[in-house]
């Protein structure tokens, strides 16, 4: 008989357990509306780096343009919401996330480890690695070239990190400068200002096969990583269905087709 009630009290603990855990994740579930406060609203506000091509970048009539536009165009087609792009500083991406004035970050944005504590990320969707872009008639020819000379980087972006991992290179500048965007980046190397500037492929090679034969990429490089669309950590109801509609376009070969639109990221998109 006491086996009998014991065994009794146990199923009923169990019951308890079961019916407050799933009551719980019920909550918590119901507790994300950040996909019914987009659709709601009717539209998505994608903070970018306006200065960034090919991924996202205003064109001479002040148009945000960009493969990173086209994507997001297409994803918030399919959701039936409007895109937005809200023009950011880099630096204080996170802050503009966190404090609500956009819905996503989404501007060849890097995952990292240490990101991955502040941003709830899509799956990786881009290839990318972080280039050495030089003036075409320099003498520097690989990394230990860089010894005593001025390398640039824009400020917050993962080139600062991937840099920071080889800390014997680094060591070696003269100094390594912080600028606000890679296309400023990009004039200071083309006026003498710093010598070398390290960026994110893509968009490095959008200006080295401009035409004008002004820039040099180097063979060597400061390594690879991988691009995804940012959320508020407790954004997992949205994250979630951005990444479903991401993968679909996979599957159906809508990125491929609106990569080849934009030849500089065309390699680099993960199939």
């Given at each position: 008989?006491?086996?009998?009630i014991?065994?009794?009290?146990?199923?009923?603990?169990?019951?308890?357990a079961?019916v407050?855990?799933?009551?719980a994740q019920?909550?918590a579930?119901?507790?994300d509306?950040?996909?019914k406060?987009i659709?709601?609203?009717?539209k998505l506000?994608?903070?970018?780096d306006?200065a960034?091509?090919?991924?996202?970048?205003?064109?001479?009539d002040g148009v945000?343009?960009?493969?990173d536009i086209?994507l997001?165009?297409?994803?918030c087609?399919?959701m039936?919401?409007e895109?937005?792009?809200q023009?950011?500083?880099?630096?204080t991406?996170?802050?503009?996330?966190?404090?609500?004035?956009?819905d996503?970050i989404?501007?060849?944005?890097t995952?990292?480890e240490?990101?991955?504590?502040?941003?709830?990320?899509?799956?990786?969707y881009?290839?990318?690695?972080?280039i050495?872009v030089?003036a075409?008639?320099s003498?520097i020819k690989?990394k230990?070239?860089?010894?005593?000379?001025?390398v640039?980087?824009q400020a917050?972006?993962?080139?600062?990190?991937?840099?920071?991992?080889e800390?014997?290179?680094?060591?070696?500048?003269?100094e390594?400068?912080?600028?606000?965007?890679?296309?400023?980046?990009?004039?200071?190397l083309?006026?003498?200002t710093?010598?070398?500037?390290?960026?994110d492929?893509?968009?490095?090679m959008?200006?080295?096969n401009?035409?004008t034969?002004t820039y040099?990429v180097?063979?060597e490089?400061?390594?690879?990583?991988?691009?995804?669309?940012?959320?508020?950590l407790?954004?997992?109801a949205?994250?979630d269905k951005?990444?479903?509609?991401l993968?679909?376009?996979r599957k159906d070969g809508?990125?491929e087709?609106?990569?080849?639109?934009?030849?500089?990221?065309?390699?680099?998109i993960?199939k």
């Amino acid at each position: 008989m006491k086996k009998t009630i014991a065994l009794m009290l146990c199923l009923l603990l169990a019951l308890t357990a079961l019916v407050a855990c799933g009551g719980a994740q019920d909550k918590a579930a119901a507790g994300d509306d950040s996909l019914k406060k987009i659709t709601d609203a009717g539209k998505l506000v994608l903070g970018l780096d306006d200065a960034y091509p090919p991924y996202g970048y205003k064109d001479e009539d002040g148009v945000i343009k960009g493969f990173d536009i086209d994507l997001a165009k297409e994803v918030c087609s399919r959701m039936g919401v409007e895109l937005v792009t809200q023009p950011i500083n880099w630096d204080t991406k996170v802050v503009e996330l966190n404090n609500g004035n956009i819905d996503c970050i989404w501007s060849g944005f890097t995952i990292t480890e240490e990101l991955k504590k502040q941003v709830n990320f899509t799956d990786p969707y881009v290839n990318n690695r972080q280039i050495i872009v030089v003036a075409a008639g320099s003498d520097i020819k690989s990394k230990a070239d860089l010894s005593g000379k001025l390398v640039g980087v824009q400020a917050g972006s993962s080139a600062i990190e991937a840099i920071d991992a080889e800390a014997d290179v680094k060591a070696t500048f003269k100094e390594l400068i912080e600028i606000k965007d890679n296309v400023t980046a990009l004039i200071e190397l083309k006026n003498g200002t710093v010598e070398a500037v390290v960026l994110d492929e893509a968009v490095g090679m959008s200006y080295v096969n401009d035409g004008t034969g002004t820039y040099r990429v180097l063979d060597e490089d400061f390594g690879g990583e991988q691009y995804g669309v940012g959320f508020r950590l407790a954004d997992n109801a949205l994250r979630d269905k951005v990444n479903e509609t991401l993968a679909a376009m996979r599957k159906d070969g809508t990125i491929e087709k609106i990569a080849k639109d934009w030849p500089d990221v065309t390699g680099a998109i993960l199939k």
